[in-house]
């Protein structure tokens, strides 16, 4: 999930040895005492070199996340300074500091505001080849600004006391007047709701995703939900008989961390991979002002790696770029096929898509 409203969070990564936390810090959010590495284009050096430190801004903020940054840190040498905020905040903060930014990687959740930061001009283009081959060709801008890390899928959850499941096996199947008084559905604003429109719209048209919008909101009996997990319960109580969601926080009410009430909950749920699912990623790219662009290109393909991915997937129980993973949670909701849209396609249309929301009921 994106940071819903949590404020800027700093977070120091000692690599292993390191002892001058103070100073590095400061160093880092200070006063641009950074060591000057590819400040130009035609500066930078051909190798990134270990020692290098960089800046990260996340909208993810899973703590396992940090594991990996470290990990990284012990192949390459080169460190992580990481700021985890809200999306929309880091992208902003982005633009205020322009050329004096720290950041030399941006991550963000989902192709709306992949896009939305691509439109903002934060990003620069990068070329890797290890990027090329890790990551899959619809999961990465095509010209080379973000780079999809991991994959979520949103799936339809059923409560079998009030919808069967057999019924349901595509997101059309939503609009059946069946359901009427039975769907969940969460807020126009969500970027999840818009890419998933936008995906649609591409796979469809625009005629069949209106009439679907539509169908849909006809089925709606409940107020339009802030996020998922509360609509997951609503549906696991029996509010509702079925909503749509991101299968990993129905894995996140499955697992260890979750209170013993959200998984007897997330117990009484069916999760229904519906043929095709819509895919989306979280990802990265280079920041247009990085200042250590190699640095950064090498923490993305670690990131994208098989190695690096396995681990950025799991901490938040999503699925790796290629494959399924071994997630035992995800395992039980079984393996979907995927609609192979392009994510940029899908972050292009977002806009076009939250209007048809909006002008067909969708609130
Ligand atoms: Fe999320």
């Not at 989902?110 to 691509?118: Q, S």
């Not at 801008?141 to 780079?147: A, E």
Request: some cysteine.
């Amino acid at each position: 999930m994106p940071s819903s409203s949590l404020p800027l969070r700093r977070v120091w990564l000692p690599a292993a040895g390191s002892a001058a936390l103070g100073a590095a810090l400061l160093a880092f959010f200070g006063s641009g005492t950074q060591p000057a590495i590819g400040q130009s284009q035609d500066s930078r050096p051909a190798i990134a070199e270990a020692g290098t430190t960089i800046g990260v801004y996340s909208g993810r903020h899973y703590n396992t996340d940090k594991e990996l940054y470290r990990q990284f840190t012990a192949k390459t040498g080169i460190k992580v300074n990481l700021l985890e905020a809200k999306d929309d905040a880091l992208i902003e903060r982005l633009k205020s500091e322009g050329k004096n930014s720290p950041a030399d990687v941006l991550v963000l959740v989902d192709a709306a505001r992949l896009d939305a930061a691509t439109d903002q001009g934060v990003f620069q283009p990068s070329r890797s080849a290890a990027l090329q081959r890790d990551v899959p060709a619809n999961l990465r801008d095509s010209q080379g600004r973000w780079y999809g890390l991991t994959r979520r899928v949103r799936a339809v959850v059923v409560n079998p006391k009030l919808v069967n499941p057999t019924t349901i096996g595509t997101y059309a199947d939503l609009a059946k007047p069946a359901l009427k008084g039975k769907l969940c559905l969460r807020e126009r604003k969500s970027p999840y709701n818009q890419s998933l429109v936008a995906s649609q719209m591409i796979l469809h048209g625009e005629a069949t995703t209106r009439t679907w919008i539509r169908g849909m909101v006809a089925n709606v009996s409940q107020p339009f939900f802030t996020s998922d997990t509360p609509l997951a319960r609503a549906v696991a109580r029996g509010e509702c008989g079925v909503g749509v969601v991101n299968t990993y926080y129905v894995a996140r009410m499955l697992s260890a961390e979750a209170s013993a009430q959200d998984r007897q909950l997330a117990e009484q749920l069916k999760v229904i991979y519906v043929n095709p699912s819509h895919v989306n990623i979280s990802g990265a790219g280079v920041t247009r002002h990085a200042r250590n662009p190699q640095a950064a290109i090498k923490l993305i393909e670690f990131l994208a790696s098989p190695t690096g991915g396995r681990g950025y997937a799991a901490a938040n129980n999503e699925y790796p770029l290629k494959g399924f993973g071994d997630n035992p949670i995800l395992k039980r909701f079984g393996t979907f096929k995927a609609d192979g849209v392009s994510v940029e396609q899908i972050g292009s249309r977002s806009k076009a898509a939250t209007l048809m929301m909006e002008s067909n009921g969708w609130k």
